[in-house]
């Protein structure tokens, strides 16, 4: 059964007519075709009877043909009324009284207005978002092969990263390096913009590459991922220039207890919650849990915000195709950060890892 | 009046009590912090009588303070509930009932649904899109100078990709040699992923850079953006490797007659839908009417998809302060593309362009 069939069988279960999806993730999900199409619509419009049709801007009409979709496509020009034109082709298959399903968390309040002046007596009140999340959550070895790919990508990355770390360099530039050597290997897109943080600029875990000299005798942290046809790699190592203080070794040797802890947990059985306290445990008990302020994990495959979630209050039985994260981190305002990642997918027995970049800590520079 | 201070006045004149800001680029224009939070929530709440406040992951409200943000900010953790949380700061601040004006392009009906049942009895009917598109309609002199520093990145970019084009060159090579020039000078960001595409793989309007060799005797088009602070450049250039059939070479000209045209006559107290139409006639005199397929322009700032749109039934005045593409294009599948693009910002008695690379024919390779 394919991915649309199972949507097809679902809205049937679940006394709905249509499915309309507005997330372009999940349209390349269920279609092949990716385009963000910003403030213009693009739209697939899955029927419980019949069969699809997607609908998006004219200038993307073709090159959605030459995705591989076989099913109709309907473009529309700059001044036409996209919700109109959805309207009347839905009109054209079904002329009974309609009840639709939505993406909840995609789908934007004015586009929810839009469709239901289209459709004053229809309701839209069913969320497609768990049974899509669900499917997009066990991943098929098609995708999990992608995966490793990006993965490769990623290790490539370090190792151009770590070859230009050089005290007294900017971090910018080391991302420079970075992206220059993916892409004359035609690795055009990074999966989130590189992070790359020296010294005390690490103990922000969500701040950026900037033009800071890299410090001697500090850690260096760097948080990169790549994308592979669609889907992505993320992992996080963080490196020694010269010598660290003790409280940067302290808090490394923390952090990689958790991570490698962690990851010998993830299997088939285990919670999500249960592996998040795999990981805080030891780094509370080592005194810095207050400085570890994240979940341990996020799942990914298309995106990094995807599902499983690796907290506290997940109580979801890990199973044999997700994929997430393992980044435990120690943030200490002024001192140091050290985050150690690598996103791994749950297998019968255990896990594997995406990327293979070592963890022991290296020195560079 | 500061721009919190507009808000604040229209809701007083609105008649509501609250204005939710959910989009990411509205937070950064109204308090100067940037960060795209993905699933997680940030939010800005403006009330009409006191002090708005900034709420979103814990891990952000270092950044968001240091960012110069000086009314209160409120992090949660990735295992709280952020609503509740939310609703909880709106309680200590005002007990009577709440009317809420929304972003209704932005926020998701997740979002709608997860505030309502915070505030049940409460009223989200008020859309805030359309003020808040008016406000970041008209440019400063501050936000203008920043675009022309996005300008000048972006003249600088296609000099450095003219200079590595030559027939045979993969167009993702001369991708590689642009991005990295820019990072090394700590441009760390394009507005949008470079398109280079040479031949017939420009007349795919929306296709992306590729691993293609250049051709010989083909024009190459290159549209290109970079960013400066927020604020972003958007440019086209198509030039010529070798010497282009004739087809090519009308094709350049009608669409360089038309930009040049459009650009010209750009200014105080025409409507987009007439500068549109400059464009659209000569191209559609010189019998390429139908290859010319979307609008002329988009309106531009801290994104490419802001207002004014430049297109048939948009009777919009253009007025000082007014940022926008003129791009008309000329597309005949399986023969070659064009398009040629400066973004320009209305003055008194007419227009700047924010970018000055040459639109004559260059010949490079």
Not at 119 to 142: E, G
Not at 235 to 255: E, F, H, L, N, Q
Not at 296 to 302: Q, Y
Not at 334 to 340: E, F, L, M, W
Request: charge should be negative; proline fraction near 5%.
């Amino acid at each position: 059964m394919d991915k649309i069939e199972k949507i097809q069988r679902w809205l049937s279960d679940n006394n709905r007519d249509i499915a309309l999806i507005s997330d372009p993730k999940t349209i390349q999900y269920l279609s092949g075709f990716y385009s963000d199409p910003n403030e213009r619509v693009l739209l697939l419009v899955v029927f419980k009877n019949s069969d699809p049709f997607l609908f998006g801007p004219a200038l993307e009409t073709q090159a959605i043909k030459e995705s591989g979709w076989s099913n109709p496509v309907y473009g529309y020009l700059d001044h036409e009324k996209p919700w109109e034109m959805i309207a009347d082709q839905i009109h054209a298959r079904n002329t009974a009284e309609i009840n639709f399903a939505i993406e909840k968390a995609n789908m934007s309040v004015e586009w929810l207005e839009l469709a239901k002046s289209e459709f004053p007596t229809s309701d839209f009140s069913v969320n497609l978002d768990q049974m899509l999340d669900q499917m997009r959550m066990i991943k098929s070895p098609d995708e999990i092969e992608k995966l490793k790919i990006a993965g490769k990508w990623d290790d490539f990355a370090f190792k151009t990263c770590f070859e230009a770390v050089k005290a007294g360099r900017p971090e910018s530039r080391v991302a420079a390096e970075m992206s220059y050597a993916l892409m004359k290997n035609s690795i055009m897109e990074l999966s989130f913009p590189a992070l790359i943080q020296s010294g005390t600029h690490a103990a922000e875990p969500h701040g950026a590459t900037s033009d800071k000299k890299i410090e001697n005798n500090a850690l260096v942290l760097f948080d990169l991922g790549t994308v592979w046809d669609g889907y992505i790699s993320d992992a996080t190592r963080t490196i020694a220039v010269g010598k660290p203080d003790d409280k940067s070794m302290d808090i490394y040797k923390v952090c990689l207890e958790a991570q490698l802890t962690a990851q010998e947990a993830a299997k088939p059985g285990i919670t999500a919650e249960e592996l998040d306290k795999v990981a805080r445990d030891i780094i509370t008990k080592a005194g810095y849990g207050d400085y570890f302020n994240h979940r341990l994990g996020h799942g990914m495959g298309m995106s990094e915000h995807e599902f499983p979630s690796i907290m506290e209050g997940n109580q979801l039985v890990l199973q044999p195709g997700m994929c997430f994260s393992i980044e435990p981190g120690i943030y200490i305002p002024n001192v140091a950060g050290v985050r150690i990642e690598d996103c791994i997918h749950i297998t019968e027995n255990g896990n594997e890892p995406f990327t293979h970049t070592t963890k022991e800590l290296q020195y560079f520079g």
